[in-house]
Each structure stands twice: as C-alpha cells, then as structure tokens.
C-alpha cells in the first residue's frame, strides 16, 4: 500500500509530481492563486513516522517569496474586504462540501504525513469542518451594534471591520484542523491570510488550500508559506501583516507573541499542556477508564488536550490494575493498518524525548506500571512508536510531571481529598484543560468552580468546545486575551469602528467649544 496509496491522495497542483520516480514531490507555496514552486535551496524531507518514507520536500521559503506572499495578500484585501458577506459564506459553504467530499483522501494523507489512525484523522478533518460551517453564518457573527437617539437627533453604532492581511503558524499535531481554525474564520471576516503548516506535515494545508481555491476563494485571499524558524520571524516583523494566530509549543509561542507584539500585531497564542484528570471514589468504574485510556493515548498522546495526568482521590491502587489491563489490550501500529489504536509518535526526536521522560520518571522514584519503550511493530520496524506506558507513584516535583511529554504515557498522582486533588492541578503551569469523574453534582460543582482551567470536561475526558464556543486555555496554555473561534475568534480578526451620526433638519448655528455631552 505504501506507494501506491500515496500516489493516489497526493495533492494535484500543490506538489510537483512530475519529478522522477525516486524524487520525492517537492511541496509548492500558494502566492497569489498560483501553487508555485520554490526558488530556495534549502529543503527538508517530510517523513512517514510510521516507515521513514520521504513523503515530499518542503522548502525554507525565501524572503523574495514571502515578500510576494505578503504582497499578494495585501493586494487581494481592498476588493475582498468589500466583497459581500453573503458571497465570501457561500465560498464557506461551498469548502465545507467539498471538505466532506475530500475526507478520506485527507484523512490518509494525514495517516501518512502525521501517523495518527485513519479513523482518528478522520476527526481531525472533521473538528476543522465545524469551524467552516461556523463560518458560513458570518453575517450573524459578525454584525455590529446599534443605540438610537444616543443624544437628541444623534445615534450611535459599531461595525466589525477586518483587519487586513492575518496571519496563521501551525503545529504539527493537527495538520487540518488547526489551519481549519484559522483561515476560514479569518478571511470570512474579510480579511486575506498567509497561512504557514507546519514542516512535519504540510500536506493536508495544501489540500485544503486547493479546496478553497475550488470553492472560490480568490486569488491572494489565501496564500502559503512553508518553512521553519525564519519565516516565522519574518511573519512577527512583517508591517503589512496585522495579527497572528499560533498553536504550538510554549517555547515558539511566547517567542511569536513577544516578538510579534513589539510590532504591534495582536496574537492569539495557543500552547502546551498537561491536562489532569481527578477521579473520585465514586466515579463509575468502566466509564471512567475507557475516558482515561482514550484520553490518554488516543493519537499516541500527541493531542494538546490528551488527559496525560490522573489524581486518584483516595487511592490509585485499585484502579492501576484495571488501567493497565485495558492498555495493554490497545493495538499499536501503522496508522493505516486496520484496527489500530496508537500510530506512531511524529519523530524520532519526540520518540526519545518522551522515553527520555519516562526514563527520568523512574529515577526520580516513580513505579513504571506499564512500560512501551521498547515495543517493535513487526512490518514497520523503523516507525517512531512508543507502545502505552503508565507511571504511578509520580509527585509534582518530577519532571516527568513538570515537562509535557506529548506521547502515550498516563501519570497516576494520589490525593486524600477533592480539595489537595484541585489544588495539585492548580499548581501545575499550564491550563489547557481538566476533568472530573464523580457521580456526585456537589463534586463536579466545586471541581467546575474553583479549577484553572481553560476547557472543564464533568465526566468528558476531552472537552473541546464546538466552534460556536470558543477554544480557551489559560495560565501558561495561552497567551492572548481572544481566544480561537466562537465570538472570540470574530473579535479576533476584526477590529471595532464605532460611528456618531446626526442627522437634523435644521442644524443650531450656535457654536459651542465644550466637550459634546447628551442633551
Ligand atoms: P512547535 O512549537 O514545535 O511548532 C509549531 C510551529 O511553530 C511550527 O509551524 C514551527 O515551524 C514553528 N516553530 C517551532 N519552533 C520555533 C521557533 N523557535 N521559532 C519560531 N517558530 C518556531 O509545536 P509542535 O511540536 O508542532 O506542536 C506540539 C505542541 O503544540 C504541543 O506543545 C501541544 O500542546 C501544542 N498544541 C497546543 C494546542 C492548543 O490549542 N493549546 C493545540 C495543538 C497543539
């Protein structure tokens, strides 16, 4: 399967597929409606996680091709901008047609790129295509307000402006849903976009760039650039470009948010996290472990809001066993393999990284319940997998604990209350997201109030909110004030304009020089 299903989803015009057979396909910028090939000589490959294949070649896009970019976008902005409302929603409907239309092709171009199951990448297109269809009601979402006779003869209003050319830097993690956040929300706002996928895998940005060139989105309304580090810099410092939108790692996002807030750019910053998940006595057993196990290593641990953390209130020794047990069960493999639980994790890099942190977890006393370090996935013995590993014992001075580990590993913590339990995870520094399980309301009321964090799930392992709420996050998992999507994500990328009018038949001729106040 491997070649051949890769031939068959490759993306049409975003690649070049007309290399020889041996060469990988080179990933192409989108500049100005034109999916172009990069003059740079500088490239890095695109890896299968699963098999090492070189998928394709992504260029470091160089700063003449940014420029253009940035030019096109900003080009494209005076006609968009007064392109009705209605016309620019008829292209969200439109993409989300045709999202659903693609589904499958991208959901195996993420398997292949990102390694998650296809089911899962599934999902991940499927999250995306909510926020799409958000979209499509932008004229409600977007409406201003209005106050009559504010003063005699004087009425008052706000309109919700786009704010010109916006920007988007993607994580690897959620290779369509996080540009989906970004740019349909953005431009059906009226705004023109730069959008830059991650280098891990870009591919499913590409599709869905071509999707909404399908759909009608004119040319410059949505371009692409590809690269690391630099072009990032070059987005923070662009003065055409007017606010950013982030998801990644907290190193890269505060850098983004400080540097591109010394140019005077709003950002929307979203970063790590180490979600907890308290389990009280009462809490129903099986629900309650087949929340921890799926929330746990679902996507091999690779999701911001993956419940990595649990606190046993009164003892995790009765539940060890069991959650052990069901992990064990869950098959790891290629995510394109039939009846694969865990693919595996981005890299090789990440593969060490986390068994580096296990490593550390079992010095610093932690007792590994389960370990998945050394799990060899017959067929795909060169794939970055790291089988599901539970660490009990672990305390909040461990690294293990303080670093996000972002794979298939479950910490189980121990408290003697609902009240230490809180306090444990509030203490900890990010604030993506928390869970309770309980059959107790008094319980779940006091864990909803008095917990910090962005996302509370009451018996629900991820709560990620449907796109007519917003994606929050706090402490160190945000930085920002508007959040991703919902009114937030509308307030974003517009600014406000508020206008005075009089209007009166016969204007007073009587000049005044005081400061105008309500008559
Ligand atoms: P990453 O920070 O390594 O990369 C994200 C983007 O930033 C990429 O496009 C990358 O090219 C760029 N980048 C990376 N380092 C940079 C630097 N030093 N300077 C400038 N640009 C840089 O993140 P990742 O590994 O792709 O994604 C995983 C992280 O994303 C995890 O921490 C996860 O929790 C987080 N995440 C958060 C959310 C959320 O909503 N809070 C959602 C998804 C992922």
Redesign the pocket.
Known sequence: WKSSAIGSFRFSTAADASTSHQSPPKVRNLIGGEFVESESNAFIDVLNPATQEVVSQLPLTTNEEFKAAVSAARHAFPKWRNTPVTTRQRIMFKLQELIRRDMDKLAMNITVEQGKTLRDAQGDVFRGLEVVEHACGMASLQMGEYVSNVSNGIDSYSIREPLGVCAG??????PAM?PLWMFPMAVTCGNTFIL?????DPGAAMMLAELAMEAGLPDGVLNIVHG??DI??NICDDGDIKAIS????????M??YARAAAKGKRVQS????KNHAIVMPDASLDATLNALVAAGFGAAGQR?MALSTVVFVGGSKPWEEELKECAKELKVNAGIEPGTDLGPVISKQAKDRICKLIQSGVESGARLVLDGRSIVVGGYEDGNFVGPTILADVTSNMECYEE?I?GPVLLCMQADSLEEAIDIVNRNKYG?GASIFTTSGAAARKFQHEIEAGQVGINVPIPVPLPFFS?T?SKS??AGDLNFYGKAGVQFYTQIKTVTQQWKDSPSRAVSLAMPTSQ
């Open positions: 830097i993607c994580p690897f993690n959620f996080i830059k996928p991650s280098e891990k690391t580090n990032v810099n982030f998801v990644g790692s907290n190193t890269a996002g850098h983004i979203n970063m790590g996290a911001c996000e972002f993506n994606f996050g998992s945000f």
